[in-house]
């Protein structure tokens, strides 16, 4: 099964650190590029971070502070976030191969 799913969100304090996982199946993950979103409420999707074969490109608003990476040979791509704020809540989508994971929610707040 084709399929992208996300984990490791929570509820964490300000400051506070996270690390999102997508776990990748059904597909030759190696090959796509693979981006982090997150939805806010009553706000628009943004992107937070994605990394391609050479480099990788950030929001401003997470630079520094949200690593992005991947591990192709256990078909695994993550975010690292530290540094949280209350600014980050949002539910969070990885996407790759025009596939979208179902989500996670992360809930920064004291």
């Known amino acids: 099964q084709v399929q992208l799913v996300e984990s490791g969100g929570g509820l964490v304090k300000p400051g506070g650190s996270l690390r999102l996982s997508c776990a990748a199946s059904g597909f030759t993950f190696s090959r796509y590029s693979v981006t982090w979103y997150r939805q806010a409420p009553g706000k628009w999707l943004e992107l937070v971070a994605t990394?391609?074969?050479?480099?990788?490109k950030y929001a401003d608003s997470v630079k520094g502070r949200f690593p992005i990476s991947r591990d192709n040979a256990k078909n695994m791509a993550y975010l690292q976030m530290n540094n949280l704020t209350p600014e980050d809540t949002a539910v969070y989508y990885c996407?790759?191969?025009?596939?979208w994971g179902q989500g996670t929610q992360v809930t920064v707040s004291s």
């Open positions: 996407y790759a191969n025009s596939i």
């Open positions: 990394t391609y074969i050479f480099n990788d």
